[in-house]
């Protein structure tokens, strides 16, 4: 006999649980420095009509699958209802967070790091150039992976009550206080008007098919959309849970805080660099928070000392990490609850098996930076060689997730059906039953969410792999 699947105890418990998977390194640097770059304010409302009208009912429909089987997404793809050749989406929906899980504790290890440096008293270090360069090729970035591990490992072992949902409510209260607190105190800052102008004055010249593509793939990325995780989260839901309403706060927390870290990012940058030329801002997370930002906390220390700056750049990393451990804690979680659900094992032998597989590769992309050269230079396509990194980051991170999403749609509609999705939402929501939301959830999952996300998929292969974009 299997023991009754644990659910969240509270619809907060959800609530904050999926938007610390969702609120991540995406928002609090990706989305603020995209958003500025791509037209401002007006990039902000295409990214917002995108989640409404795409992303939302992609939510449900992940959400919604995941609560009828009560299963990780390869037992629901594999259930009474798909089967057959649903089988390979389930087992992409399990693969797919599993290497992001790699690649994702890559860059949270780098975090943890910068943060311990930072509280070292070692920001001016932090702010050279070379730097990061150094910093990946050290050995510290092993204990620093220990740690990352160990406290995924404490969260997630715990269960889904007292590790998840508690997990949660421990990190998610804490960062909404720093963001809040770092934007106030950027804004109060000289010249911090002119990066807030420069983020949200509408440019609609900007937009063009590329930036409507990026927006989209942005926001479907930052609601942790085809990642397996909303179908996993949607099976620890209880049935007498409004699931669409859930599913709202959670869209509206993740671009809350994506637009508050514009708040805080821009004007940062802008005050304490006011010469700052715009297209020095690379649209890559990584270089941004390890290359360019420590010199924006270093430039600090002229107005608020070097204490001041340091403390400031402290709460900006440990916001980050907090960001990223709850959302590498909820991909993680998906091949757990596989493991668990499909094969019978306790989480503890679950963790186990996948943290001590998962190191394996975490430490093969570790030492491709320059390190192993046959990691380093592991494959070349559309003109430029990729480390293993790179390729993880590509595959996965990058392309796969609107075919996954695509699936997801398709299952919902043509395979369980619409009257059965239907069926599931009402499920804690009478009002839903022939409601507006019903009727645009349902028409928008047949015919345009499929296509957008189809089209998405395939100009992404053509732009990273072939060299060839539809878009120009
Ligand atoms: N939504 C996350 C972000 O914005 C993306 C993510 C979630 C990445 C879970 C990894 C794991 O960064």
């Keep these: 006999m299997t023991a009754a699947r644990e659910h969240f105890g509270s619809r907060i418990g959800f609530i904050l ?24 304010g007006a990039f902000l409302f295409i990214y917002a009509i995108f989640v409404a009208l795409i992303c939302l009912p992609v939510m449900m429909a992940e959400l919604a699958i995941g609560r009828r089987f009560q299963k990780d997404p390869l037992g629901a793809y594999s259930s009474e209802v798909g089967g057959g050749g649903w089988r390979i989406a389930g087992w992409l ?59 995924v490992y404490f969260i997630l072992v715990s269960g889904v009550k007292d590790g998840i949902e508690k997990g949660a409510k421990i990190l998610m209260p804490g960062l909404f206080v720093m963001l809040i607190g770092l934007v106030v105190f950027v804004l109060m800052q000289d010249g911090a008007v002119a990066g807030a102008r420069y983020y949200l004055v509408p440019d609609f ?62 004007p940062a940058i802008f005050s304490f660099n006011p010469s700052i030329d715009t297209a020095e801002l690379s649209e890559s997370s990584v270089s941004l928070i390890f290359s360019f930002l420590p010199k924006i906390f270093l430039a600090m220390q002229a107005s ?51 943290g001590a597989s998962m190191i394996i590769i975490v430490i093969a992309c570790t030492v491709s930076f320059g390190r192993v050269e046959f990691l380093s230079n592991f494959m070349a396509y559309a003109g430029a060689n990729k480390s293993l990194f790179d390729v993880i980051y590509d595959i996965f991170y990058d392309t796969i997730l609107p075919l996954n999403g695509l699936l997801a749609c398709l299952f919902v509609i043509y395979r369980w059906k619409k ?22 959830v349902n028409f928008s999952l047949s015919t345009f969410i499929p296509l957008v996300l189809a089209i998405i998929f395939i100009n992404t292969v053509a732009t990273k792999y072939f060299g060839f974009s539809f878009f120009g």
């Design 304 to 354: 608020i000392g070097y204490l001041g700056a340091s403390i400031v750049a402290a709460l900006f990393f440990t916001l980050v990490f907090f960001a990223a451990l709850t959302s590498l804690v909820s991909i993680t979680e998906v091949p757990t609850a596989s493991l668990v659900d499909e094969k019978g094992y306790s989480r503890r032998k679950a963790l186990l098996i996948l």
């Design 17 to 40: 649980a999926a938007a610390g998977s969702a609120v991540g390194i995406g928002n609090l640097v990706g989305f603020p420095v995209g958003a500025a770059k791509n037209g401002g």
């Design 205 to 266: 010249a900007k937009i063009d098919a590329k930036v409507v593509n990026g927006a989209l793939s942005q926001a479907f990325f930052s609601l942790s959309l085809g990642m397996g995780i909303m179908i996993t989260y949607g099976s620890y839901m209880e049935r007498t849970e409004n699931l669409g309403g859930s599913a709202k706060f959670v869209a509206l927390t993740d671009t809350l805080v994506a637009f508050s870290a514009g708040l805080m990012i821009l």
């Design 93 to 151: 929906a399990v693969i797919t967070p599993f290497m992001i899980a790699v690649f994702y504790s890559v860059i949270t290890v780098w975090i943890l790091g910068y943060l311990i440096h930072v509280l070292m008293g070692n920001l001016d270090q932090l702010a050279s150039p070379e730097y990061f360069g150094q910093f990946i090729n050290t050995n510290e970035v092993f204990l620093h992976l220990l740690v990352v591990f160990g406290l």
């Design 419 to 440: 009257h059965n999705f239907d069926a599931e939402l009402e499920q804690g929501d009478e009002s839903y039953r022939g409601s507006f939301s019903e009727k645009y």
